[in-house]
Structures are given as structure tokens and as C-alpha cells.
């Protein structure tokens, strides 16, 4: 890696090694970001999810609390990621239309997951990693119903707070 390289990447140093970046020198700043990720899944799945009949209990609730626990654990999980203080994290559920409109027999459902923090860096790996863990809880807690689920989508919605500003894909 050259040095132009470098420079376009925070996580390299001059020679191209990988390094944490060093955040002592930032503001701390309110910080909120929002990610989410969607999972598809047949209408059987669907239901169990609604009716709450799911032989592993309450999918919902147990992709919410797996989801707060991935926000805490980002930085285990994510080598140069730091460890900042969560101090919020919302985590919503959504039905959406189908991703394929021909498709009948698809449900879609949003997994957004909001995070704050006073800190001298973002939230966003830690909302990224939380809807992550949502989506994939829910799979979990239903593959014997349907093992072709998928999980189409995983992004960043918004961020705000520190040096770079607010962003916002709406």
C-alpha cells in the first residue's frame, strides 16, 4: 500500500499498517446512528412471528435483546472498532411489501436498530452490528420453519454528531 492509500483509509498508518485511530484529540459529541437490515422470509414464518407460536418463544423480543447485546459487544466483534459507552439503543420491527412484487409468498421484515452515545467516536459499526444480530436471531429462532429465509439488506440509515455530520439516506 502507498502512501496516498493510506491517507484515504483512517485505519492505515504511513507505512500501511493497520492501526486503531487515535481519537484522543476529538470532541466528544452526542452521537446517533441508525442501521437496518431486512430479512425475507415464506408466509409460515411470518406467522409465527405474529401469532407468537414459534417453538423457540418470542422471536421479536429475543432478536430485540440480542440485538442490544451486539450494539455492547461491537468492539469484541470488530478488530480497530472502539469501545464507547452505549448509552441508548432502540430497536424497532417493521412489515414491509415484498422485495420481489411477483412474489406472493415472501414476507419482508425491517430490523431497525438506533444507538446513542456521548463519545469521541460513532455508533455507526455498533448499529450496523445490532441490526445485523437482529436479523440473523430471527433467522435462527425460525430456519426449521423456513430455511430460505434471507437477509437482503443490511445498511447504514443515518448518523449524526462529531467531525463528519449528519448523514441521512432519506
Keep these: 500500500m502507498n ?5 484515504s483509509s483512517t485505519h492505515f498508518d504511513d507505512a500501511g499498517q493497520a492501526h486503531m485511530v487515535d481519537v484522543t484529540g476529538k470532541l466528544v459529541t452526542a452521537r446517533i446512528a441508525t442501521a437496518s437490515s ?6 409460515l414464518a411470518a ?3 405474529r401469532a407468537g407460536t414459534s417453538r423457540k418463544g418470542d422471536v421479536l423480543g429475543i ?6 447485546g451486539a450494539a455492547k459487544a461491537t ?5 480497530l472498532c472502539h469501545a464507547i459507552p452505549i448509552e441508548g ?3 424497532d420491527f417493521q412489515w414491509l411489501a415484498p422485495v ?3 412474489s406472493t409468498s415472501q414476507e419482508s421484515l425491517l430490523c ?5 452515545t456521548t463519545a469521541k467516536t460513532g455508533v455507526e459499526m455498533e448499529a450496523l452490528t445490532a441490526a445485523s444480530v437482529a436479523a440473523l436471531t430471527v433467522y435462527d429462532m425460525l430456519k426449521s420453519v423456513d430455511r430460505t429465509m434471507v437477509i437482503v439488506a443490511t445498511r447504514l440509515e443515518s448518523k449524526s454528531g462529531g467531525k463528519s455530520g449528519t448523514f441521512s439516506r432519506a
Excluded: G
Design 3 to 7: 502512501r496516498s492509500d493510506s491517507q
Design 38 to 43: 431486512r430479512i425475507c422470509m415464506n408466509s
Design 47 to 49: 406467522e409465527a412471528i
Design 63 to 68: 432478536a430485540r435483546i440480542a440485538a442490544i
Design 75 to 79: 468492539a469484541t466483534l470488530i478488530p
Design 89 to 91: 439503543v432502540e430497536v
Design 100 to 102: 420481489d412484487a411477483a
Design 112 to 116: 431497525s436498530v438506533t444507538v446513542r
